[in-house]
């Protein structure tokens, strides 16, 4: 079964500053999770039916464009998990930290950053990081 995806205005949790956090709704197998978006908005610019924003809210658009990103964002994870076939739960496709890192030893990251050092001509500091103790200024 897919999970159903939305943003709410959480509205039983309000700030201090009189706004609720818009809040990515997450429900699959009967089970419910949240996450915040990050922002907040009056509860009066609010349409609870349509789950969006009222054409009188201000910021209109701004919000509707960061609603739009964190929906792609948590579809594109959500599916991936089903092209992999992988069992997930709600709450996993909200924690899903799958961002392709790439396993690099000790050794390749110093390299790496002593190479970037000498190309931006900071031929000192690299020797700071150098493997070898051949050429310490010290």
Request: charged share 25%.
């Amino acid at each position: 079964m897919n999970a159903k995806m939305s943003v709410t205005c959480y509205r039983s949790k309000i700030l201090s500053n009189g706004e609720a956090p818009l809040m990515v709704k997450i429900t699959k197998d009967g089970k419910r999770s949240l996450k915040s978006l990050g922002i907040s908005l009056n509860p009066k610019y609010w349409d609870f039916e349509r789950d969006k924003p009222k054409n009188n809210c201000p910021n209109r658009t701004h919000i509707l464009s960061i609603i739009t990103n964190a929906l792609q964002k948590y579809q594109t994870i959500q599916l991936d998990m089903e092209l992999k076939n992988e069992d997930y739960t709600a709450s996993a496709i909200l924690t899903d930290t799958s961002t392709n890192n790439k396993h690099v030893t000790v050794e390749d990251f110093l390299s790496l950053h002593i190479q970037q050092l000498r190309e931006n001509g900071k031929v000192g500091n690299s020797y700071a990081y150098s493997l070898n103790d051949v050429a310490t200024p010290f």
